[in-house]
T-cell receptor
């Protein structure tokens, strides 16, 4: 599986936007970029995914670099409930390879 | 209306015992998974089943045996428990398709004494 690199931790003030970066320089053409997050004492939760174009949903936006070697998860207005570990994961969805390979993620702390 | 449920939530047992963790999903998904999160919070796939058939087995010891009685259930049985088995075990499910999204259960914290 192609590898991703994320900062270990980030802090942000409540009600401000948060930009969580992810580097994936060895991404292949068929790799989708997925983001999951894990809130304290809970299972991971899907956030967003994309292939080439930027994506928006009710939780976040995903900005993908033109060369696809990096991406940024954007939380438009962070709340205390967004404090979690955020994982950037590459997935090549060939049948039999649906597993999620988690890295160490970025621990996001929200400051009230 | 829990989508993916696991029982029990906590499991404390002695070394050498045999125990099971149950997982059920009511989403109608075709694929189910077991992940293990160790004390350093590293989360790793163990198994996946698609329509009751084993798809992924990530070099997990033979003491771990997943069983899928039907598409909605994937149970994890562990024989001869060891101290190193202490971890949080997460069940997940997903629907076939591209790209799919995995839905995780709340986890089962296993402590082996």
């Amino acid at each position: 599986d192609a590898k991703t690199t994320q900062p270990n931790s980030m802090e942000s003030n409540e009600e401000e936007p948060v930009h969580l970066p992810c580097n994936h320089s060895t991404i292949s053409g068929t790799d989708y970029i997925h983001w999951y997050r894990q809130l304290p004492s809970q299972g991971p939760e899907y956030v967003i995914h994309g292939l080439t174009s930027n994506v928006n949903n009710r939780m976040a936006s995903l900005a993908i670099a033109e060369d696809r070697k990096s991406s940024t998860l954007i939380l438009h207005r962070a709340t205390l409930r967004d404090a979690a570990v955020y994982y950037c994961i590459l997935r090549d969805l060939v049948f039999g390879n649906e597993k999620l390979t988690f890295g160490t993620g970025t621990r996001l702390t929200i400051i009230p | 209306d829990t989508a993916v449920s696991q029982t029990p939530k906590y499991l404390v047992t002695q070394m050498g015992n045999d125990k099971s963790i149950k997982c059920e999903q009511n989403l109608g998904h075709d694929t189910m998974y077991w992940y293990k999160q160790d004390s350093k919070k590293f989360l790793k796939i163990m198994f996946s089943y698609n329509n009751k058939e084993l798809i992924i087995n990530e070099t997990v010891p033979n003491r771990f045996s997943p069983k899928s009685p039907d598409k909605a259930h994937l149970n994890l049985h562990i024989n001869s428990l060891e101290l190193g088995d202490s971890a949080v075990y997460f069940c997940a499910s997903s629907q076939d398709g591209e790209p799919d999204t995995q839905y995780f259960g709340p986890g089962t914290r296993l402590t082996v004494l």
